[in-house]
């Protein structure tokens, strides 16, 4: 059974930084495509960034793009979400997902495996 574990979140001024990270328990680390997602209140789950299975490809929402980073470190399956530079929007619970066959990045229905989902609270 494969759990996805996020942890990272918290509260932090507008221009700050948090890094979340996505602990990755039994499956093939190595074979998943990942991703991060966020939900605002009153919002549906919007797509953040992707990371593809061979991790040569990175994907990003248009407003993270230059301020966000996904990366990963297979000797701890684990991979992670380096927000730098925050504004008050990126507040919401922000959710990992890892996919065996990942055919779009940006869309929930390809990610088999999701985390409980972390806070992440933004203040102007």
């Known amino acids: 059974q494969v759990q996805l574990v996020e942890s990272g979140g918290g509260s932090v001024q507008a221009g700050g930084s948090l890094r979340l990270s996505c602990a990755v328990s039994?499956?093939?680390?190595?074979?998943?495509?990942m991703g991060w997602f966020r939900q605002a209140p009153g919002k549906e789950r919007e797509f953040v960034a992707g990371?593809?299975?061979?991790?040569?490809?990175?994907y990003y929402e248009d407003s993270v793009k230059g301020r966000f980073t996904i990366s990963r470190d297979s000797t701890k399956n684990t991979f992670f979400l380096q927000m730098d530079s925050l504004k008050p929007e990126d507040t919401a619970v922000y959710y990992c997902?890892?996919?065996?066959?990942?055919?779009?990045?940006?869309?929930?229905?390809?990610?088999?495996?999701w985390g409980q989902g972390t806070q992440v609270t933004v203040s102007s």
């Open positions: 997902a890892a996919g065996d066959e990942v055919i779009d990045h940006y869309s929930t229905s390809y990610y088999d495996y």
């Open positions: 039994g499956g093939i680390f190595s074979s998943y495509a």
């Open positions: 990371l593809s299975w061979t991790g040569a490809f990175t």
